[in-house]
């Protein structure tokens, strides 16, 4: 049972500062002396907000003092009318280091902590009777499993959590222009990536079609200022880490980066990512 909580990781798509202020006034009626740290992602990106709450559980955070909410859920899987405000089941999944993360089962909220996952409980059905659950509905169930009744809550077997296979794309544009993707250096691998070599790659987002020079390194800083690199990241298991695409600075002043060379893409924007057999810089990808 968890009596000291002091810190709760909120992952939400709310874009809206008033939303977040609700959401931490109703998670304080309920826990006190909590803070609230809120990390907002772009509005229905299951799987950027899956790895974002993978990248804080990765911390060893002691799981009587902290724990996780994922709030994305876009009620996108049905065309019918929500007159209650339905959505995925809300869950809390217990990690095998103990940590609790709570949200809504919905799309890959929590694919990339599944091989983590050693008990989920299944704490509503989805029928919040709510259109904001997160403030009027998910509170009060956090309290209940926390000051221990979360053996009243029936298992949610695992398999219904959807396992990890996300299309090549941005999981994450970070404050130094840094693109973290959702490939792992051992597909990165299968598709022809090799330290040393340069080559001339497709990536696709926000018009960004155009053939562009990039160097592969074993790290974003193995390059020579000014270079385009195309590395092992920070993120991820570090083992078989998130590729990035990056630019290393020449300075304070300097402006250039991953993302500005490649159009600026978002989180969520789709990687288009080609090894051409011969340059094909002025060519747009068909």
Known sequence: MVTRLERIYLVADYGDGLAYAEVDAALASQFPRVQVICVDVPRFETVVAGFAASQIARARLDPERHCILINVDGRTHTDKPLTNGEGAPFVCATLDSDLRVFGPNAGDSFSFLRRRIVACQKLSNGNGKSQFRSRNVFPELMARVLRGANGRFPDLPLDQIPKLSPPPMVLWVDGFGNVKTALTLSQAKQLGWKSGASLMLMVGGRGADYAVPVTCADSIMGVKPGTLVWAP???????????????????????????????????GDLLKITFPPVEIENHKLA
């Not at 993120?235 to 300075?251: K, L, N, T």
């Not at 304070?252 to 980066?257: E, I």
């Open 233 to 267: 990241g920070s993120s991820g298991d570090p083992q078989d880490p998130y590729m990035e695409f990056a630019v290393r600075a020449r300075g304070p002043n300097d402006d250039d980066s991953g993302a500005a060379r490649l159009s600026n893409p978002r989180a």
